[in-house]
């Protein structure tokens, strides 16, 4: 069957809510072991991994706010101490925190780019070391259709994710040669607490500019992102995949 990860070892940062968890438990269902780290949410990272052990597989929660070095560094270090290698990063991590750039303060923009992009980069290189000693690796981004088109309200949101694509073709282009792929999905709008925010109006606006004319679920964004890790996906680096609906085809 395709898609399988069995053997695998996989990190989903920000897994214990929304698209992440669904990540998190799709792998487990491949057959991946999966760290499942948090950032404030013990209880809901502690029932992800309890929904994976009783199906018989493998998971452990990991605490770490990963826009800080430091603490990226503990989460890889935890993986490979639990499972002794690591063939998956998921970066999935994020925040929003929307206003105009007229009312933007400089909290707001740099707490989402140390939470959406720094948290990739510390990740990234904490990760890349023992990918590359195993001549193996899958990277997978989570940036957002905001990133490819832009959103007023959203400068800062928009700046992170455009700059995890450019972030993730040059490392996609410096580990080619080792075997490891570093690819980029992003999600159009799929109704989580990240979502919630949004007004009515702008919810039925991003419907009506939808073709498939419908929202999107945690679990499409999970199918694609499985894919991309599994053995089938070998010769994709360097790609953005958009799960949207047909949103934004760039
Ligand atoms: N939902 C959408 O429509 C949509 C569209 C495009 C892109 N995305 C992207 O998809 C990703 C997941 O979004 P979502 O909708 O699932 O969001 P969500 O429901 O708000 O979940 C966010 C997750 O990220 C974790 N997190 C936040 N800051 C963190 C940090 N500093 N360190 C570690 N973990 C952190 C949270 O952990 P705690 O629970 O512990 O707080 C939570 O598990 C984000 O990167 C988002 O930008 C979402």
Same mark, same amino acid.
């Given at each position: ?7 695998? $070892? ?51 929660? &990991? ?39 007229? $009312? ?15 948290? &990739? ?62 690819? &980029? ?20 606006? &991003? ?44």
């Amino acid at each position: 069957m395709m898609g399988q990860l069995h053997g695998k $070892t996989a990190i989903v940062t920000g897994a214990s809510r929304g698209i992440g968890r669904a990540i998190a438990l799709e792998f487990a269902r491949r057959g991946a072991a999966v760290v499942v780290n948090y950032h404030t949410n013990a209880a809901a990272a502690q029932e992800v991994v309890d929904a994976i052990t009783t199906a018989g597989g493998r998971a452990i929660p &990991v605490q770490a706010d990963v826009s800080r070095f430091d603490q990226a560094s503990a989460l890889v270090k935890a993986a490979l101490d639990a499972f002794g290698k690591l063939d998956i990063l998921v970066n999935n991590a994020g925040t929003t925190r929307d206003t105009l750039l007229m $009312t933007m303060s400089e909290e707001d923009w740099d707490a989402v780019i140390n939470a959406d992009l720094k948290s &990739v980069f510390n990740c990234c290189k904490a990760a890349v070391r023992p990918m590359i000693r195993a001549r193996n690796g899958r990277i997978i981004n989570i940036s957002s259709v905001v990133g490819l088109a832009g959103q007023g309200g959203q400068t800062n949101y928009a700046a992170a994710k455009a700059g995890i694509i450019g972030f993730s073709k040059s490392l996609a282009k410096e580990l080619g040669a080792r075997n490891i792929t570093v690819n &980029v999905v992003a999600p159009g709008f799929i109704p989580t607490a990240l979502t919630d925010v949004l007004s009515e109006e702008q919810k039925q606006a &991003v419907l009506k500019a939808t073709p498939l004319g419908r929202f999107g679920t945690p679990e499409e964004v999970a199918y694609a992102v499985s894919f991309l890790a599994s053995d089938e996906a070998a010769f994709i680096t360097g790609a953005v995949l958009t799960v949207d609906g047909g949103l934004v085809m760039h």
